[in-house]
């Protein structure tokens, strides 16, 4: 079993920074992949960012390319979502993901184990 603790959520005004981190607990050797999630109520769940523990690619949706950067800790069980340039449309629960590896279509199948979630508010 691996356990995933978020933290970093918070309120920010449009254009502001926030820092999400992930960091993992349990059996950490079976999840390559780490990615970041994220939901507005009544709406999908989105695939956000996620990088391969082991050999540091990264993976981005469009509508964060540029604003968002995905990195781990040196102990790589620490993944973190540095997200500049905010915008209201950011809002939203943001969930850590840890799967075998990180599929191109961000299918949430592909994802194991699943954290609590930690609230992203920007206001205009």
């Known amino acids: 079993q691996v356990q995933l603790l978020e933290s970093g959520g918070g309120s920010v005004q449009a254009g502001g920074s926030l820092r999400l981190s992930c960091a993992a607990a349990?059996?950490?050797?079976?999840?390559?992949?780490m990615g970041w999630f994220r939901q507005v109520p009544g709406k999908e769940r989105e695939g956000v960012a996620a990088i391969e523990r082991h050999g540091g690619n990264t993976y981005y949706t469009d509508s964060v390319k540029g604003r968002f950067t995905i990195s781990q800790g040196n102990a790589k069980n620490t993944v973190y979502l540095h997200m500049n340039s905010l915008k209201p449309e950011d809002t939203a629960m943001y969930y850590c993901?840890?799967?075998?590896?990180?599929?191109?279509?961000?299918?949430?199948?592909?994802?194991?184990?699943w954290g609590q979630g930690t609230q992203v508010t920007v206001s205009s």
């Open positions: 349990g059996y950490t050797y079976s999840t390559n992949c």
């Open positions: 993901a840890a799967g075998f590896y990180c599929p191109g279509n961000w299918a949430e199948k592909e994802y194991n184990y």
